[in-house]
């Protein structure tokens, strides 16, 4: 920032704090007139960004400006917005405390471009992760909804916030922004029913009907012509040049896809802001009593259809009032104006309370499960004080709001003065300021105040009127010296002020209030009796009308006290966080970019009270550094710290100052910063500083080329020595490839070197990467040897670590892999297939329910318990087809391996034991076929002859068979028949040939023919 003070007297000051005559309005102006003619449109007030509109867009906001002010100490660079944003994101991050950026200012200001541009920097600058982008992305596309429901185009600006908002950015420990909350306050709900001329109601109204698809409009029964709306026409200005209705549209409904509405609630949303048109084009018509009827069914009906409510119902409550008299309802006819106002009542209940869902709604989508563990930045997007010609009740209540924020910022400035004082080992000299509590108190204060007695008139029974309320309030508080009336005002106050006005003594100046329509504005009841709207099928409605309303007899608040309940709240929120000010500016009211009016900008600055932030800053001492910083800038000044300074910090700078003869008044050392009191002091170090600056210039003028001529020769001798190495290896490379099948010697050492380098290095880069990879780079011919020993050390390490990683039941598999290779490998035509399928522990689909039903087959003896155990704990089970011995009938069974005999099972029914002991061996064919013959002992009695089975899984079920019972080498693979035992005495033969598919019968010989097609020619 120092840097910037050489052209002071072009471009200004950047901090007004640095103003020589500060307590001068016209210096204020003239130094934002500089800035402003320089597109500088930041300008500090100590920490106080103060920020000029300036209608045009700048090239100030692009990333490379983020990431210049990402980190960086908030004085190191010149005044931004970002600079706000990041000292108020470190400070979260690095003292562990909530903060919050307050921005306020005149509608057309810039307030929601600022929030918007403090929004995007944390978008882009903070860390990111996939849920982090979706919330950054909801943070964001939340601005365009709650513009679309809540802006609207005034006179003074074209995207004018009707409301107050204050949000919460939830940040985890990382950073990173996980969520947000969103409070807001006093929406302007007036505007639904009613527009100044030149001005429109919220955007969401012509963004529908100008982008709405056909269909929709059909649906919701519009007109695409904003004219043919009653309260849209009442501004006369349904079309603005810098708004583009159709294409916000798509951007408000693509936002409430991020956000996370589904269809339903987009369709119920949009039924209830086209009902409150429809409301408007509601027509009554005069009884000769004066009792109201409603002239335009059509719009009842799509009111009904809209809102979800029985239209006879609805029609009655527009036309009618309920009173409850002694415990008993009654219905009164209203006359025209009172239909009216109920109408209206009723738009504005509906449309406020639905902008009120709206918000929880987006609250919802942006919320963090761990809300307790988070820091929290917020950002108070609210309106600045306002003076019209006409002030109304809504005046009234942002110009309260103003002077709580005022008092807020006066408390904490002067706390966060006397903090750093006390920090530093300074004196606090106390400040003489305004305290505006006296004002608040005057608002607010309990039964005494201006709200309370409204509160009164409006609750009181009889004819309360805005009259009889100004009347209480001059016989209440017409003793206080910041209020008067026009029968408590002199004759020179009289001549400005109206008799329905009282005034009031604002820190900013004096307002003068209307009390017209005062009650009517701040009574929250709804004329339309609420059953009505309780009773609504529409889902967005039934959450915002509570039919628990109905059964509540208790009165609800006043709007001006649910105001003051909020802004309590609200400053609760704002004195727990660590707060960060930015008051914005609007230059012209024309909206034109350079123009800067002079009267209009003094107005704000005063109602903005910044002559009064800077009296507050300017009070002790006008520029602060630490050490470090001030020693780093200005060491060039004193011979005794230039060129740098080997002591304590502290007191190179008490060594500085007193070299450049600051008077004690001057200055003060505190514990790690320096004071200075006057800005004609840090003036005069800094032209000290650009005049050394060109004395040290001239002296090093001459030193530059001493320099480079040194460089320059270093440099050359450098590429000298480079080029003699280069030459020397080339030479002794060319040597030795001239020996290189010589013996190694002098002249081939190097050559062979790098030979044997280069191999190694390739293969470095080439080694096999599994213990099936046999590839290995070719050695050259001096290394044969030592490749060969490479590479059977390196698969020797390989099998090594293969085996030492496989687990005990792949090392299972791998050993019956290796039986079945000894056994079938080259043999038999089907083995190939089974080599990458694994071998399972058994084949059956369901074979839990095989092994208990057995058990009731069993009796209960030795000899069965024997079976049982046998049959209850099998090694391997597996369906096969058993062919008979005579006629070879197919059956199909079930075949179990024990750990001693092999079991052929048929439904639960034991059909035939083989004890391993007794079986000879197994015969199969040399075919793809799953035929296979258990050959057992003639010797046994028990056995009838040998078994003919067949399997799906020939190969698995004959390697499980040959490991159980041992017979890896007991089986015969057969070229063209197997002769196999019937009986005693008696022989059958199995014939196999191939063909085109598996055939398996009895032939005409009597043998059994086996046709299976050939699937590997060994």
Known sequence: ME???????????????????????????????????????????????????PYKDLEIYTKNHMERYRGVNFYEVSPHIYAVSDNSYRSMRTERKDQCILISGESGAGKTEASKKILQYYAVTCPASDQVETVKDRLLQSNPVLEAFGNAKTLRNDNSSRFGKYMDIQFDFKGAPVGGHI???????????????????????????????????????????????????????????????RSDWKVVRK??????????????????????????????????????????????????????????????????????????????????????????????????RTFTWLVNKINASLAYKTYKNASVIGLLDIYGFEVFQHNSFEQFCINYCNEKLQQLFIELTLKSEQDEYEAEGITWEPV???????????????FKGIISILDEECLRPGDAS??????????????????TTHKLADGKTRKVMGREEFRLLHYAGEVNYNVNGVLSCTHSLCVVHPQVMCMSENRILTQCFDRAELKDSKRPETAATQFKTSLAKLMEILM?????????????????????????????????????????????????????????????????????????????????????????EEYKLGRSKIFIRFPKTLFATEDALETRKHSLGERERESPVVVQAWWRGILACRRAQRKRQAANTIRRFIKGFIYRHNERCPENEYFLDYVRYSFLMKLRRNLPKSVLDKSWPTPPTALIEASEQLRKLY?????????????????????????????????????????????????????????PTVSPLVDCNT???????????????????????????????????????????????????????????????????????????????KQKGDVVLQSDHIIETLTKVAICADKVNSININQGSITFMVGQGKEGIIDFTSGSELLVAKAKNGHLSVTAPRLNSR
């Open 863 to 941: 000899k069965s318990l024997k079976i049982y155990e046998t049959l209850f704990t099998p090694q391997y089970a597996v369906p096969v087809t058993k062919y008979d011995r005579k006629g070879y009938k197919a059956r199909p069974r079930q075949l179990l391996l024990t750990s001693n005999c092999a079991v052929i099972v048929e439904e639960a029914k034991l059909k035939q034991r083989i004890d391993y002991a007794t079986l000879k061996g197994i015969s199969v064919s040399s075919l793809s076929d799953g035929v296979f013959v258990l050959h057992v002992l003639t010797e046994d009695k």
């Open 576 to 664: 727990s966080k660590e707060p960060s000010y930015v008051r914005c500016i609007k230059p012209n009211d024309a909206k034109q970019a350079g123009r800067f009016d002079e009267v209009l900008i003094r107005h704000q600055v005063k109602y903005l009270g910044l002559m009064e932030n800077l009296r507050v800053r300017r009070a002790g001492f006008a520029y602060r550094r630490h050490y470090e910083t001030f020693l780093q800038r200005y060491k060039s000044l004193c011979p005794e710290t230039w060129p740098s300074w080997q002591g304590k910090l502290a007191d190179g700078v008490s060594t500085l100052v007193k070299h450049l003869g600051y008077k004690p």
């Open 3 to 53: 840097s910037a003070l050489t052209a002071r007297d072009r471009v200004g000051v950047q901090d007004f704090v640095l103003l020589e005559n500060h307590t001068s309005e016209a210096a204020f102006i003239e130094n934002l007139r500089k800035r402003f003619k320089e597109n500088l449109i930041y300008t500090y007030i100590g920490s106080v960004l103060v920020s000029v509109n």
């Open 466 to 483: 805005d009259i009889t309320f100004l009347e209480k309030l001059e016989n209440t508080v017409g003793g206080h010296a910041h209020l």
């Open 183 to 245: 409070l807001n306050y006093l929406l302007e709900k007036s505007r639904v029913v009613h527009q100044n001329h030149g001005e429109r109601n919220f955007h969401i109204f012509y963004q529908l009907i100008e982008g709405g698809e056909e269909d929709l409009l059909r649906r919701l029964g519009l007109e695409r012509n904003p004219q043919q709306y009653q309260y849209l026409v009442k501004g006369n200005c349904p079309k603005v040049s810098s708004i583009n209705d």
């Open 432 to 446: 003489q300021y305004f305290n505006n509590k006296i004002i608040c108190d005057l608002v607010e204060e309990k």
């Open 255 to 352: 936002a409430l896809s991020v956000i996370g509405f589904n269809e339903d609630e987009v369709e119920d949303l949009l039924n209830i802001i086209a009902s409150v048109l429809h409301l408007g084009n509601i027509q009554y018509g005069g009884e000769d009593s004066g009792n109201a009827y409603i002239t335009t069914d059509t719009q009842i009906k799509y009111l009904a259809r809209l809102l979800g409510v029985d239209g006879l119902v609805l029609k009655d409550a527009l036309t009618h009032k309920k009173i409850i008299a002694k415990g008993e309802e009654l219905k009164s006819p209203l006359n025209l104006e009172q239909a009216a106002s109920a109408r209206d009542a009723l738009s504005k209940a509906v449309y406020g």
């Open 795 to 851: 698969m020797q390490n390989m099998v090594w670590g293969y085996c030492k990683r496989i687990n005990p039941e792949w090392k299972h598999q791998l050993e019956q892999k290796m039986v079945a290779s000894e056994i079938f490998r080259n043999k038999k035509d089907n083995y190939p297939q089974s080599v990458p399928k694994l071998f399972m522990a058994h084949c059956l689909c369901d074979t839990p329910s095989i092994f």
